[in-house]
């Protein structure tokens, strides 16, 4: 009875306390939020990934009026992690090697400002990590980065059907990443190092 009531009282503390406390956020744009929110999804110390909009001038924005263009949001992933297990630096390595940081104009087969990559820093600790991980990746891949790297504004979540689409819609999420060329890209960019710190992508 002692050993079950202590296992009781950890997982309290776990699911109410220590958990909570540990957790911060990073957001990050990469082109489609369903495949940042799947990679994210597979690395050690996340706890969630949700699908949104940020960086623009309209309040709640919709999909539609997102992808249309004009409202300066992009796509992009709110990520709440616990940084006992993994730090946002590492979070922001995983990022760029996930995506192809040297497109301008938006992400594979994904073309439009509202599919560029960005991140956004949610206090000046990260917006440095984040500025020294962008100078990082130009001198690997010796080419400019396009990825913009700014303070955070308010993200929006997307709609419910956005949310968990990879794990809702499985072949519809298999074939539109494989017929966007998003791994071929990037592991054509990365090399052995695409997808480091991404379990299954």
Same mark, same amino acid.
């Given at each position: 009875?002692?050993?079950?009531?202590?296992?009781?009282?950890?997982?309290?503390?776990?699911?109410?306390?220590?958990?909570?406390?540990?957790?911060?956020?990073?957001?990050?744009?990469?082109?489609?939020?369903?495949?940042?929110?799947?990679?994210?999804?597979?690395?050690?110390?996340?706890?969630?990934?949700?699908?949104?909009?940020?960086?623009?001038?309209?309040?709640?924005?919709?999909?539609?009026?997102?992808?249309?263009?004009?409202?300066?949001?992009?796509?992009?992933?709110?990520?709440?992690?616990?940084?006992?297990?993994?730090?946002?630096?590492?979070?922001?390595?995983?990022?760029?090697?996930?995506?192809?940081?040297?497109?301008? &104009?938006? @992400?594979?087969?994904?073309?439009? $400002?509202?599919? *560029?990559? %960005?991140?956004?820093? +949610?206090? &000046?600790? @990260?917006?440095?990590?984040?500025? $020294?991980?962008? *100078?990082? %990746?130009?001198?690997? +891949?010796?080419?400019?980065?396009?990825?913009?790297?700014?303070?955070?504004?308010?993200?929006?979540?997307?709609?419910?059907?956005?949310?968990?689409?990879?794990?809702?819609?499985?072949?519809?999420?298999?074939?539109?990443?494989?017929?966007?060329?998003?791994?071929?890209?990037?592991?054509?960019?990365?090399?052995?190092?695409?997808?480091?710190?991404?379990?299954?992508?």
């Amino acid at each position: 009875m002692r050993i079950l009531f202590n296992i009781g009282v950890i997982t309290a503390i776990l699911l109410t306390g220590t958990m909570a406390q540990a957790a911060e956020k990073a957001i990050f744009a990469g082109g489609c939020f369903w495949c940042v929110e799947s990679d994210f999804e597979q690395v050690t110390g996340v706890i969630e990934a949700r699908s949104g909009y940020t960086g623009g001038t309209v309040e709640n924005p919709t999909y539609k009026q997102v992808t249309a263009g004009n409202t300066g949001h992009f796509e992009a992933v709110e990520i709440e992690y616990d940084e006992t297990v993994i730090a946002y630096s590492q979070l922001v390595d995983i990022f760029f090697r996930s995506v192809d940081p040297t497109d301008a &104009d938006g @992400q594979f087969c994904d073309r439009g $400002d509202s599919y *560029r990559t %960005a991140i956004f820093a +949610l206090d &000046d600790r @990260q917006l440095k990590v984040a500025a $020294d991980a962008k *100078r990082q %990746a130009a001198i690997e +891949l010796k080419s400019h980065v396009a990825t913009v790297v700014q303070p955070a504004m308010t993200f929006y979540p997307a709609e419910g059907y956005h949310q968990d689409y990879y794990k809702k819609n499985k072949l519809k999420y298999s074939f539109y990443r494989f017929t966007c060329g998003r791994n071929k890209r990037v592991e054509q960019i990365w090399g052995k190092r695409a997808y480091q710190g991404i379990k299954d992508h």
